[in-house]
DNA sequence: CTATAATATGAGCATATGCTCATATTATAA
DNA sequence: TTATAATATGAGCATATGCTCATATTATAG
């Protein structure tokens, strides 16, 4: 395939999905999600981090359609939207494992 | 398999390698030198962005092993050196051409 | 050796990012 | 209806990021 400029559109989106994965507490929630679905506090405190932190960082990721949530009760359980974008994830996760400490 | 919490060293580095790829003027020089082997000003013209712009960012990805180069004269070619990361980065452009506008 | 071309680098600035604290909202249980 | 649990939200702050300008560095051509 021959080089061609890509258009700033594109590029846009590109960009936002990589930046959405390029936060460790990001990272931490969705592979978490990615094997349970959780309410905001069983993240919280999974991951020792304070609710609030987590409702802001799942607000972010729902507005980009990675995750998504039910009701029940008073509390919303959020799960994986997006497993392209997951899956990208989970490939760079495994990945790392095999290359780090190599050089 | 099942859900383990990820290292901070892993998490860490897979942060960093989403990072690199997060930034417009980054994807676009990568994408560039997927295609073809390039020295700073080709890359610089190509992008019409400024000379200084794009050594920065050489320099960032060059730090990462992302991209390597060879004298020759007194220009440097720049090139790929991570075949892994343009893979995910290639593969996340042709996704994304698939799926823009759709929603 | 000197002028010039190509690249690298450092400082400064504006904006973006991510967290925390406090508080608001919403629904349930009593 | 009221107290409480679960979540959401906004403001503020510290840090990170990316660009530009000016200048330094390095190598080549003459």
Same mark, same amino acid.
Request: charged share 25%; hydrophobic share 35%; proline share 2%.
């Given at each position: 395939?021959?080089?061609?400029? #890509?258009?700033? @559109? !594109?590029?846009?989106?590109?960009?936002?999905?990589? /930046?959405? !994965?390029? +936060?460790? =507490?990001?990272? %931490?929630? !969705?592979? #978490?999600?990615?094997? /349970?679905?959780?309410?905001?506090? @069983?993240?919280?405190?999974? #991951?020792?981090?304070?609710?609030? =932190?987590?409702?802001?960082? &799942? /607000?972010? &990721? $729902?507005?980009?359609? !990675?995750? $998504?949530? %039910? %009701? +029940? /009760?008073?509390?919303?359980?959020?799960?994986?939207?997006?497993?392209?974008?997951?899956? #990208?994830?989970?490939? =760079?996760? +495994?990945?790392? $494992?095999?290359?780090?400490?190599? &050089?």
């Amino acid at each position: 395939m021959a080089y061609l400029p #890509l258009e700033n @559109e !594109l590029v846009e989106n590109i960009s936002q999905t990589f /930046k959405a !994965l390029s +936060d460790p =507490t990001r990272i %931490r929630i !969705l592979h #978490l999600l990615f094997h /349970k679905e959780c309410s905001v506090n @069983e993240i919280a405190n999974e #991951l020792e981090m304070q609710q609030s =932190t987590i409702s802001h960082q &799942l /607000k972010y &990721l $729902k507005q980009l359609r !990675l995750v $998504k949530n %039910r %009701r +029940d /009760k008073n509390m919303y359980f959020y799960s994986i939207d997006d497993y392209h974008v997951m899956n #990208l994830l989970e490939q =760079t996760i +495994d990945h790392s $494992k095999h290359t780090i400490g190599g &050089l």
